[in-house]
């Protein structure tokens, strides 16, 4: 396996880096405080080429490799987790289904609005009885000359309200579990589909998460993604890059995490030393870095299989499993670091911690992807 990254790879991850500072890192303290959506950040992203970057130049993306995506993920997330999962879910679960599942015309009227970031994608699958039971939904989706007809609830979804587009999955044939859900791309102006609910969260303030609804909302039958029973295939082949990118922002939480806590220890002193100088500290601090470095390793190769198109689902669930605890398990050590500082707002680790929570629950709970290895692992 080669460590290395390419010439173009390390000067995407320096640009995203350096955006990232420069104008994220202010904008936190107002997504924090008012759960602002980062609109205008997510705007500078699209001109800069961010919000398509492994999207092909032809259909208006930046033509990188997926692991140049996982570095800008990783990046972002070291600074705002909440623009991570925006830039993730977007690109992975939103994009990522037109381009590969679209006919021709989906992807020419889709593909170039969402890479350039002119529109914005989401994802929805979830609803209140059916989180892990993916296979379980409700929405119905009937056929009904040239449209369908869908009704149900969905819940959760990231970027609900602000999204131009949803790929939506309802159940076409109830007869056939989870071969009879079916994709559809569901434009926000669609006859009787509503944003509900915006969800209060623990973390990720400024990454806007609602219900939406569905009402006998028409979509044009055009619409439909893949054929009618392809849906649950559909939505589970993406979720596995999907799980990949949210690796690496769990990667970037802990990353960040663990810079806070390091730069503090040095500071900080207690019995006439820095606490750095403490053995008790220093090896937090090792097992820190160490476990980022394992996870961060974990991470690449999941996207480095993805980029030679080898099947990296089982590679995709570790590395989102282990770095996801790896991030809780960081910033946890990083507020315990900070002392009773860190338990307050005046520092960052007390977000960085709420913030890691999410990664080990969402695009499938840590217990949905001990399953998913298990079960290749069993039928290889
Ligand atoms: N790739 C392609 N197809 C796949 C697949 C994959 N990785 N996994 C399953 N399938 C297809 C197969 O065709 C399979 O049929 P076969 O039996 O013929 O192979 C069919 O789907 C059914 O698969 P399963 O029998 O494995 O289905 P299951 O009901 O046992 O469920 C599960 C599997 C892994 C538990 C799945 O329900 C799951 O992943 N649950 C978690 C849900 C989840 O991740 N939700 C994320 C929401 S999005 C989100 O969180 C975004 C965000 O905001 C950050």
Redesign the pocket.
Same mark, same amino acid.
């Given at each position: 396996m080669n460590l290395h990254f390419t010439p173009e790879q390390e000067m995407l991850r320096k640009l995203v880096r350096e955006f990232a500072e420069k104008e994220i890192a202010p904008q936190v303290p107002r997504m924090e405080a008012e759960d602002a959506f980062p609109a205008a950040i997510l705007k500078k992203m699209g001109e800069l080429g961010l919000m398509g970057i492994p999207i092909p130049e032809a259909w208006g993306g930046a033509g990188m490799d997926f692991t140049s995506y996982i570095l800008a993920i990783e990046e972002i997330s070291k600074v705002s987790p909440a623009v991570g999962?925006i830039l /993730?879910?977007h690109t992975s679960?939103a994009t990522y289904p037109i381009l590969t599942f679209g006919t021709a015309e989906q992807k020419k009227r889709y593909v170039p609005k969402l890479a350039t970031g002119e529109w914005l994608g989401a !994802?929805a699958? =979830?609803e209140p009885h059916a989180? /892990?039971?993916?296979?379980s939904i409700r929405t119905t989706a009937v056929k009904k000359g040239d449209r369908y007809i869908l009704n149900g609830t969905k819940v !959760? *979804? =990231?970027s609900g309200g602000h999204a131009d587009v949803y790929i939506t999955f309802a159940v076409t044939d109830p007869t056939k579990g989870?071969?009879g859900i079916t994709a559809f791309i569901v434009e926000k102006d669609t006859p009787g589909f509503v944003v509900g609910k915006k969800e209060k969260k623990m973390g990720l303030h400024g990454s806007s998460t609602t219900a939406l609804i569905f009402e006998d909302a028409e979509v044009p039958a055009e619409n439909r993604l893949g054929e009618e029973g392809e849906g !649950? =295939?559909i939505a589970?082949?993406n979720?596995?890059g %999907?799980r990949i990118g *949210?690796a690496a922002q769990a990667l970037g939480i802990a990353e960040g995490a663990f810079a806070h806590a390091l730069a503090y220890a040095k500071e900080r002193k207690q019995f006439g030393k820095p606490i750095a100088e403490q053995q008790a500290i220093q090896f937090k601090l090792a097992d820190m870095a160490t476990r980022i470095e394992a996870a961060r390793l974990l991470v690449y190769r999941a996207a480095a299989l993805r980029d030679r198109g080898l099947p990296c %689902?089982k590679e995709a669930s570790m590395a989102k499993c282990f770095a996801s605890d790896t991030a809780m398990w960081v910033a946890t050590e990083a507020v315990q670091i900070f002392g009773g500082y860190g338990y307050t707002k005046e520092y960052p680790v007390e977000r960085y911690f709420r913030d890691a929570k999410i990664t080990q629950i969402?695009?499938? =709970?840590n217990q *949905?992807q001990r399953?998913?290895i298990a079960?290749r692992l069993l039928k290889a």
């Open positions: 999962v /993730s879910v679960v !994802f699958l =979830t989180g /892990s039971d993916a296979a !959760f *979804i =990231t989870a071969k !649950f =295939t589970m082949a979720l596995d %999907g *949210i %689902g969402y695009e499938g =709970t *949905i399953l998913v079960r």
